[in-house]
């Protein structure tokens, strides 16, 4: 405690921000009759005595943050030791209580989506983005008027699309779901048949993110299933008269090319790579069904919050349906803490966001491709410049993921021959293409980039010289 109150003075302008915060959102409360905006001008007077209730969260989360873990992990709130002290938890190749063990021969893992390449921004976005959640917080199933959906929130998703240009949401229905997962779920719900005697065959084209065939098939009903691929049904003309439903992943994972379906039917548009970071806008998508997530737009994954936006009226009621039975809605904590994250993204039109997010991107693609280069065993998947609305300019796709190709007869499990090189990557056998391909994610922290680069040099600098011993 001792510790935590020595912190106090560095944090007042944290504790003073936080209330705005808390001002701004409308949350209007008082504590034992003084009112916040009363309570404000106390708390300078209060530091150097017992702690207010906000100062003491704004203490402990204060105390975490400034745990060094040698500049290899990281603490978190949610952590802590019996006494209090903050727990580091080590980034990948890192050791120890305090992260200082280095270990040298470990592996550059690529395999996650994770996109921790932003926690710098949000860092430095600590004060704008910081929430203090009382412990009375909105404890009921319903915000007022009985709705479930934060209409603050609704609203600055719609304005950061308009922003953006990369959706239409005007006259369009807006569901919450928990992560885009929950809402492709939905949305094979709301489109399948309905009629058990035909059930909806759902399809996607490869490559394809495993989940549509793994979780379509988990949850397969009488009034769908997991069908495969589109090419394989598409040459054989066999759906002729069955229901279809598409998967269409734009930009797709893992390949970051813009897709567009193969059926004209039924389609439910995965565009959760499709912001500005990850490639050039060429106009708002403007489909039936499309699907966002905060995971792959601001990198917090972790909240497990996504959206989609509707065009029918019909559709939009049964994917609500979906989410009020399997979750009687979405978590109240989860809705302030997205607020608060895309208010600081769409700050300044987005600009100080979607620079860094590009930036960084571009930068991790530009020294790819450079060591690329000088390889003839690998590739990557080939980009094309094409206009950016949002920055204006043309410029090239920077993909999520480096889809890359192992070019000789022999190497036939790509995977297995960058886990050889200390790279861990996914095998193209995961995304339902061949494993000549694998997929590596650029979307990791620095340490973790610069690690996979020197791995990838090293494994493309032995290419001659192991070739010659072959
Ligand atoms: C970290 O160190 C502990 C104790 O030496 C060891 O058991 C563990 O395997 C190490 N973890 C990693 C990821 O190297
Ligand atoms: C259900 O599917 C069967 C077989 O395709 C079809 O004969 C029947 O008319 C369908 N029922 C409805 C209500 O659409
Ligand atoms: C598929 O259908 C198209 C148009 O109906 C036809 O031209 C083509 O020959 C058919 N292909 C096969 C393999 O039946
Ligand atoms: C290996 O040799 C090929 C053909 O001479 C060349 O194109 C390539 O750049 C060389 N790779 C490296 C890493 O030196
Ligand atoms: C976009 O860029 C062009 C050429 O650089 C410029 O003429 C135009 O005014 C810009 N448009 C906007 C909306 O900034």
């Known amino acids: 405690m001792n510790k935590m109150k020595n912190h106090c003075y560095g944090i007042c ?39 207010t209730w906000t100062e003491k ?97 609704e609203n600055c998703i719609r304005k950061l699309h308009s922003i953006a240009g990369n ?50 098939s988990f949850f397969s009903s009488k009034y769908f299933e997991f069908e495969g691929n589109t090419n394989s049904l598409q040459s054989k003309n066999s759906t002729n008269n069955r229901d279809v439903i598409e998967f269409v992943t734009s930009p797709n994972n893992p390949d970051g090319e813009l897709k567009t379906p193969v059926f004209g039917g039924k389609a439910i548009y995965d565009q959760v790579f499709y912001w500005p970071h990850f490639t050039p806008i060429p106009e708002p998508s403007d489909q039936d069904i499309m699907i966002f997530s905060l995971s792959k737009l601001t990198g917090h994954a972790g909240s497990r919050f996504g959206w989609a936006i509707i065009k029918d009226r019909d559709i939009y009621d049964k994917m609500l349906l979906y989410i009020s039975m399997s979750d009687v809605g979405i978590s109240h904590d989860t809705q302030l803490r997205a607020l608060k994250i895309l208010e600081t993204t769409i700050d300044e039109d987005g600009k100080p966001f979607f620079e860094f997010a590009y930036t960084k991107m571009t930068e991790r693609w530009d020294r ?27 410029r090239l796709p920077t993909p999520a993921f480096a889809w890359v190709k192992c070019e000789r007869e022999v190497d036939n499990d790509c995977r297995a021959v960058l886990e050889a090189g200390k790279i ?46 072959m």
């Open 368 to 394: 790819l491709t450079s060591a690329f280069s000088k390889s003839t065993r690998f590739s990557l998947q080939d980009r094309h410049p094409f206009h950016c609305t949002y920055f204006n300019e043309t």
């Open 57 to 153: 969260a704004a203490a402990e989360a204060e105390a975490v943050a400034a745990a060094p873990c040698s500049g290899h992990g990281r603490a978190f709130v949610d952590r802590l030791t019996s006494d209090g002290q903050p727990v580091c938890e080590c980034f990948n190749c890192y050791n120890g209580s305090d992260c200082s063990a280095y270990n040298p021969e470990c592996a550059a893992v690529a395999t996650s989506g994770d996109l921790t390449f932003l926690e710098p921004f949000w860092i430095q976005n600590a004060a704008n983005t910081a929430v203090v959640i009382s412990g009375w917080h909105r404890m009921t199933y319903n915000y007022a008027h009985g709705t479930k959906m934060l209409t603050e929130l």
């Open 13 to 51: 302008f944290f504790i003073s921000i936080a209330i705005n915060i808390l001002l701004c959102t409308g949350i209007y409360m008082y504590i034992g009759g003084a009112r916040w905006g009363d309570m404000k001008q106390e708390i300078s007077w209060q530091s150097s005595l017992a702690l």
């Open 167 to 216: 959706a239409v949401t005007e006259g369009r229905y807006m569901v919450f779901g928990v992560g885009s997962a929950q809402l492709l779920s939905a949305a094979v719900y709301a489109l399948s048949s309905g009629n058990s005697s035909s059930p909806s065959n759902v399809l996607a084209s490869i490559p394809f993110y495993w989940l549509f065939k793994d979780q379509t």
């Open 424 to 469: 861990t990557s996914l095998s193209g056998s995961r995304l339902s293409a061949t494993d000549r391909y694998t997929r590596v994610s650029l979307t990791m922290r620095e340490d973790d980039f610069e690690l996979l680069m020197i791995r990838f040099t090293n494994l493309i600098s032995l290419e001659n010289g192991s070739l010659q011993t």
